[in-house]
């Protein structure tokens, strides 16, 4: 019977994490360019994890209308979370040393990359000027949640705590 109980407890939790996912997307314009010809890009936000909940970052679009290359970085304000390489290198038949081409970048991560509570999503561009268009999407799950302890009642302290009055010993 108890082992019942617990799998009806884990199909109603399993259940219920469903139901607190959230589809969410971000866009951010022209990641990567620049004033001028000095000086390197700022990094561009584009989007911030909501507190107490976590994205799952599963697919990166970068449109790369100004044909930039090298890779763009998404990074929280921790550290460098992936990276998506802009140029892809095509190989034809009767060209041994084959060319580059710049194209529009799809990436798709089947887990998720996460990103934590109230954390940004960054995106930098290296070595971009001109600058592209990147759009995440992912999907909201529930955060980690901070113990707060367990308290037990009574003690010298547990109904001062609460802001309650010290009940007589015998009524305890």
Do not use: W
């Not at 909501?50 to 763009?72: I, K, S």
């Not at 034809?92 to 990436?107: C, E, I, K, Y």
């Amino acid at each position: 019977m108890k082992r019942l109980v617990a799998v009806c407890l884990l199909l109603t939790a399993a259940r219920g994490a469903g139901a607190y996912e959230e589809a969410v997307s971000g866009f951010a314009a022209s990641v990567g360019a620049r004033e001028g010809s000095t000086g390197s890009a700022p990094p561009v936000t584009v989007y911030v994890v909501p507190e107490d909940r976590t994205l799952l970052l599963t697919d990166v679009l970068v449109a790369n209308h100004g044909q930039e290359v090298g890779p763009l970085y998404l990074a929280d304000s921790q550290r460098t979370r992936c990276s998506v390489e802009l140029l892809e290198t095509m190989l034809l038949p009767n060209n041994p040393q084959g060319f580059s081409t710049l194209q529009n970048a799809h990436v798709t991560f089947s887990t998720g990359i996460p990103f934590g509570p109230g954390e940004p999503v960054i995106a930098t561009l290296a070595g971009g000027s001109r600058g592209v268009d990147v759009t995440i999407t992912g999907k909201l799950v529930p955060g980690p949640r901070r113990s707060r302890g367990v308290r037990l009642p009574g003690g010298a302290r547990g109904d001062e705590e609460r802001g309650e009055a010290p009940r007589p010993q015998s009524a305890r």
